[in-house]
């Protein structure tokens, strides 16, 4: 049952994004979070570039940035992980840089 169980929840999970854009061959993956008042205000991404959040979301729908979807939350668009079974690697658990 728990796998049965953490399967919806993945899928429950997925159905929150609006869009989950194909990553190219050489997407980037965001390795860092940039933070203003609590807020995630950009990123930093595996070649050490850092981007704000509209330019990420751009990036990412471009096909960029790898294991992200963009979801919102009112009229506000913002990056999230695309569920994959491993804790580790979800935005929420990435550093403050």
Same mark, same amino acid.
């Given at each position: 049952?728990?796998?049965?169980?953490?399967? #919806?929840?993945? !899928?429950?999970?997925?159905?929150?994004? +609006?869009?989950?854009?194909?990553?190219? !061959?050489?997407?980037?993956? @965001?390795?860092?979070?940039?933070?203003?008042g609590?807020?995630?205000?950009?990123?930093?991404?595996? +070649?050490? !570039?850092? #981007?704000?959040?509209?330019e990420?979301?751009? #990036?990412?729908?471009r096909?960029?940035?790898?294991?992200?979807?963009?979801?919102?939350?009112?009229?506000? /668009?913002?990056?999230? !992980? @695309?569920?994959?079974?491993? /804790?580790?690697?979800?935005?929420?658990? #990435?550093?403050?840089?």
């Open positions: 049952m728990n796998n049965e169980k953490s399967g #919806l929840d993945a !899928s429950f999970a997925r159905n929150t994004l +609006d869009e989950i854009p194909t990553p190219s !061959s050489d997407a980037k993956r @965001i390795t860092g979070l940039v933070k203003s609590g807020r995630v205000t950009g990123y930093q991404l595996s +070649d050490n !570039s850092i #981007l704000s959040k509209e990420c979301i751009d #990036l990412a729908r096909g960029g940035v790898q294991g992200v979807g963009v979801a919102h939350r009112g009229s506000t /668009e913002y990056l999230k !992980s @695309i569920p994959d079974g491993t /804790e580790d690697n979800n935005l929420g658990s #990435l550093p403050t840089v």
